[in-house]
């Protein structure tokens, strides 16, 4: 005689893979970070060495800084996605692709829109950026970052977050689940890009997160990693050169 084994996962089986999956999600973003901080010291090891003076708070180190630290983005999100997801959905976009990178675009300026506006009615200080410091002593900065969102930012940044820890996270939580928890990871990384402490950071990190789930929907919408890679440089381009030219 035989018996019917139940293998239907119970609520505490479903915790632990939760856990591990935000662990596996988390430890994915910390390999990128380490491998961006090797880069980075490799990338100046020579001018150590030739002794050329480095100012640290210079556009230049900001720009030298941070190509490696989205090289190694890039590296990690192809090395997760190869390894333990399904491969690329990346193609050439399609008509419908191309209609919703204008969505997204849309989306993602009234999402911040609506967020600076209703900001208004919190008294909050005014928060300053790391770019917007150095782009007040070298407004061309800006030109150069609008250049690298397009082939190196968004593209690394989207490979790492929407393609390696969203498409990680779905397995176990699902679409919605995933976006959400990819985003608040996209965000809280930004955050050491602005100057300031507690509450004067949270109208740009809120920002971020519905700039990051705008990115992440239409991932899940289209399946085609181009689509939000455009849209992220779109948005960032928008940004940077509108800061130039008004500035």
């Known amino acids: 005689m035989s018996t019917a084994v139940d293998t239907s996962s ?33 990338a ?3 001018l150590l060495a030739l002794d050329v003076s480095i100012d640290i708070t210079g556009s230049s180190f900001l720009v030298v800084s941070l190509i490696p630290s989205q ?14 997801l399904d491969g690329f959905s990346i193609r050439v976009p399609t008509r419908t692709d191309i209609k919703w990178v204008a969505i997204g675009l849309a989306a993602s300026f009234a999402a911040v829109g609506l967020l ?27 030109v150069v970052l609008a ?15 929407r393609g390696a820890v969203q498409g990680r996270l779905r397995k176990t939580f699902g679409p919605v689940g995933a976006i959400a928890l990819a985003s608040a990871i996209f965000a809280s990384l930004h955050a050491f890009n602005f100057v300031g402490g507690g509450l004067v950071v949270l109208v740009p990190l809120a920002a971020l997160f519905l700039v990051g789930a705008v990115f992440g929907y239409i991932y899940e919408r289209t399946q085609n990693l181009a689509v939000p890679i455009a849209v992220h440089a779109l948005y960032n381009t928008t940004l940077f050169l509108s800061s130039f030219v008004l500035g």
């Open 10 to 42: 119970t609520p505490q089986t479903d915790v632990i893979a939760r856990i591990r999956a935000i662990i596996v999600a988390l430890a994915i973003v910390a390999a990128a970070i380490l491998l961006g901080v090797v880069l980075t010291i490799v």
């Open 147 to 161: 250049l690298l969102s397009i082939f190196v930012i968004a593209p690394a940044e989207e490979l790492l977050f």
């Open 71 to 84: 090289l190694a983005f890039a590296v990690v999100g192809v090395l997760i996605i190869v390894t333990l």
């Open 116 to 142: 600076v506006a209703a900001s208004t009615f919190v008294d909050l200080s005014p928060v300053q950026s790391v770019v917007g410091e150095a782009a007040s002593v070298d407004p061309t900065i800006l």
């Open 44 to 46: 100046f090891v020579p």
